[in-house]
């Protein structure tokens, strides 16, 4: 598949138009005049498998065929999990085939999670492009955080049924994604925390009060403890996320850092005030979500731990793009957008087509 032999501007052109097409099909929630017609997940999974398992738009796509080949020739494992390389060994020759059983199941695993929440089909076609389509077509760890996002839904469910047989299972699916890449087994710790984090007004206030001290503690001790060598291999891995911090990088990074904290300001005020109706499974995605981001935002800037700001971002995306599509459809029940609403919108569609059209106009 020497298509991804070198970075494509061309190429990336498709997946820009993948983004469009789910856009302009969705394009009733910017308005909040959404049909409540039957869900047509079909057409989501479609298009966003599509994006994610050609992934012409990020870099990693193009990083991951040149280990993929090292691989396949040299018969030893070139830097994946032993998931990765068993895929290797047992599929056919075929770059394109791998990606397909890895995110193609990872989408799979993500529509299943949006139709046990029985999210608007509308609204989810219409969020997946801004918030979820860049993130999940990123990393080989999507499918471990897919399959983590649906068993913890299939816990939460389980749990408030009294279905003993399928919490075991759906605790030995969470279990199994641990296996799925390095980074999972923090996200499965952090996901229990979330499970036990009282979400409510008082203590929403009490972590962003404690916010600067917390985030001065880890930068005194980033900089005084060098916990992670410079010729260690997780410094290697990480550094190929590094962004150059310049005047533009900068500026975008504070307006998407800004239309995250909107965002979730009002999911979280739908959620407390009871604006919109919330299951167990919908409340526990919502708050795994927020601690994700509250850890992101605490290392986002710091000098040799920035990298889990990226990870805990890019976890983040898997439990958002769920509760934001519950609170987006619910809400038109009041009567259509609200300004808050509409600048949400519109500041991701904004981050997302530049992070693409970046990429297209870099490589043409």
Not at 198 to 225: C, D, H, M, Q
Request: glycine share 6%; with cysteine; hydrophobic share 50%.
């Amino acid at each position: 598949m020497r298509l991804y032999s070198h970075y494509s501007g061309q190429l990336g052109l498709i997946c820009l138009a993948v983004y469009f097409i789910m856009l302009i099909k969705g394009r009733s929630t910017y308005s909040g005049k959404i049909s409540q017609e039957k869900n047509n997940y079909w057409f989501v999974f479609f298009w966003m498998a599509l994006y994610s398992i050609l992934g012409f738009a990020e870099w990693d796509t193009y990083h991951y065929y040149w280990m993929y080949e090292n691989t396949k020739t040299s018969g030893y494992n070139v830097g994946f999990e032993r998931f990765f390389f068993w895929l290797i060994k047992t599929l056919p020759n075929s770059y394109l085939l791998w990606r397909t059983a890895i995110w193609g199941t990872a989408s799979v695993l993500m529509i299943s999670a949006a139709k046990k929440l029985n999210l608007n089909s509308t609204v989810l076609c219409f969020m997946v492009p801004i918030l979820f389509l860049t993130q999940l077509s990123v990393t080989r760890g999507a499918i471990g955080l897919a399959l983590m996002i649906f068993c913890a839904i299939l816990f939460a469910q389980s749990l408030e049924k009294k279905k003993i047989f399928l919490m075991v299972i759906a605790g030995l699916g969470i279990y199994a994604s641990i296996f799925m890449h390095k980074s999972i087994i923090l996200f499965i710790i952090l996901l229990i925390g979330a499970w036990f984090f009282p979400l409510n007004k008082k203590t929403i206030v009490i972590s962003l009060i404690a916010f600067p001290f917390l985030y001065g503690a880890i930068f005194t001790l980033a900089e005084s403890i060098s916990f992670i060598n410079e010729s260690d291999w997780m410094t290697d891995y990480m550094n190929r996320d590094k962004t150059e911090m310049n005047l533009n990088g900068l500026l975008v990074t504070i307006f998407r850092s800004a239309i995250i904290i909107l965002l979730v300001y009002d999911i979280a005020k739908k959620y407390l005030n009871n604006n919109v109706g919330r299951s167990k499974a919908q409340l526990f995605m919502f708050k795994y979500a927020y601690v994700l981001l509250y850890v992101s935002f605490l290392f986002l800037g710091q000098t040799t731990s920035y990298w889990v700001s990226d990870r805990a971002l890019h976890a983040a995306s898997f439990p958002l793009v769920l509760c934001a599509t519950h609170a987006f459809d619910t809400s038109i029940q009041n009567g259509g957008r609200t300004l808050i609403e509409k600048i949400i919108i519109i500041g991701f569609i904004f981050t997302t087509f530049w992070r693409q059209i970046t990429f297209v106009r870099s490589f043409w």
